[in-house]
């Protein structure tokens, strides 16, 4: 990564396991301190709402459970009240029905929540445990006002106790170095080595160079390689016109000469995707052709001049006074690049020679013939010995691995050898869990089922309860409709028994007065 002094960067760290990973992180090997102000660690709350969450559904049975015990309950204390208060009156066997109905639904809302929440739990303990979509731990390392000595290997080290894994990115931080005299770049600032520049000119676009930067010329169809890496995002977000020492001419990329200047910016006066230019593709012209103004600055047109970096052109001519001796190269003014086993200015003392002679020993260096390899250093004449960290018989094959073997891991041939519980490059990761995770599956399986066994059990208790108090009270209903049935017939009975007894009443009496009367009249 690249980063400009001055800005912000920020890095990210990522990790899954159970328990949460630590994460922790390094500059250049030293752990950072949280007490610089400009470096800031950023700890996410994912891990903590991951956790909460999965309580939240591991622990939704148990409240479900005793929700149903305490529904259950109720229901059934609420049946035997209305049913010993609906012995006592028939009214209030709509009061039982409309009891009843309601402690089923309840039972039956209860089953099918502790249903879902039973295959809830199954799932997140399946998706937390056999898939590994455990806890997260994600850190972010921002820092500010960056500066180049924050240039270094920045590493996240992520560690809980099943393991330790490590990952490293290299941040390089420079000194932002402007293409414009003025120091000011008004676009391109993502680019190294063209960059827009504000100003005008007298004369042909080729003598604005002198807004640009000591180094930096106006681009021309030289530059094509840097001006083939700006996008049309850019030139969009790229306000106003900058032109450069190119024409569009018939499809072909050439220096502006007399029309057809070529520019950048959304507000140049042509812009076309299709056709070809010096760019990637489309084409953009300065002026439209029916205004053309040739190669010169125009007021409201032009905004500036595209300058392009200079390259170095390297000489192939040697600089060095002295030549480089033992296969060494002339690199620059008397520098010479020496092979591994060789040193001094040019390059004429051997490594083991310089070694004896650092330890007070007037020992002949030793020559092997043919040289030994660049991983190997030669010991005695005609035997080489390879470096450390490299084996094979060219020394090419690394012995040494690039990360430490973590629990018990050996490191063989540049790769760890891990023991039967661990695995991973480092060995960093734990096997064991995967058969505990299993066997914490099929307990909690094996809970969820008697759970739901048992809310069945108490829920067929509860309806038969129900259905045999409604027995009870349809029989005492019964019972006081035939009481009265048979106490209506007893009325009934005792009526007309009355009636028969007024009726032979009157008869008697109307007898009486009729045998009254005939006795009068015969006298």
Known sequence: ????????????????????????????????????????????????????????????????????????????????????????????????????????????????????????????????????????????????????????????????????DMASSFVTVRDYISGCSDKNTEGLHNYKNIHACKGKWDGHVKRARWLCAKGWSVCNPKDSEALQKITWADIYELHGCYAYNAANHKGKCTRCHKVNMAGIGRNCRRLRYTKSSCLTKGRIDVYHPRKSRGCSYTAGYTTGVLCCKRKRVKSSKRRCKHSCQNGGVCVGFNRCKCLPDYKGATCQNHWNDVKCLAQGHNVPPAICTPRCPAMSMCIKPGKCLCKPGYTGRYCKRRHGCKLPCFNGGRCKKGKCICPPTHWGTSCQHYLAPIVERIIIIIIIIIIIIIIIIIIIIIIIIIIIIIIIIIIIIIIIIIIIIIIIIIIIIIIIIIIIIIIIIIIIIAAVVVVHILLSYLNRTER
């Open 1 to 164: 990564m690249h980063v400009y002094s001055g800005l912000i960067f920020l890095l990210t760290c990522q990790a899954t396991g159970i328990p949460t990973p630590t994460v922790h992180w390094y500059r250049n090997g030293k752990q950072i301190s949280k007490n610089n102000s400009r470096f800031s660690i950023l700890t996410s709350s994912a891990a903590a709402a991951a956790v909460a969450v999965v309580a939240a559904i591991t622990a939704a049975p148990v409240a479900v459970v005793v929700v149903a015990i305490t529904a259950a309950a109720a229901a059934a204390v609420a049946v035997v009240v209305v049913a010993i208060t609906a012995a006592a009156a028939a009214v209030a066997v709509v009061v039982v029905a409309i009891t009843a109905a309601a402690a089923v639904a309840v039972a039956v809302v209860v089953v099918v929540v502790v249903v879902v929440a039973a295959a809830l739990v199954v799932l997140a303990v399946v998706v937390v445990e056999v898939l590994g979509a455990a806890a997260v731990a994600a850190t972010d390392l921002m820092v500010t006002l960056a500066r180049p000595s924050d240039t270094g290997l920045y590493s996240c080290e992520v560690t809980n106790n099943q393991g330790v």
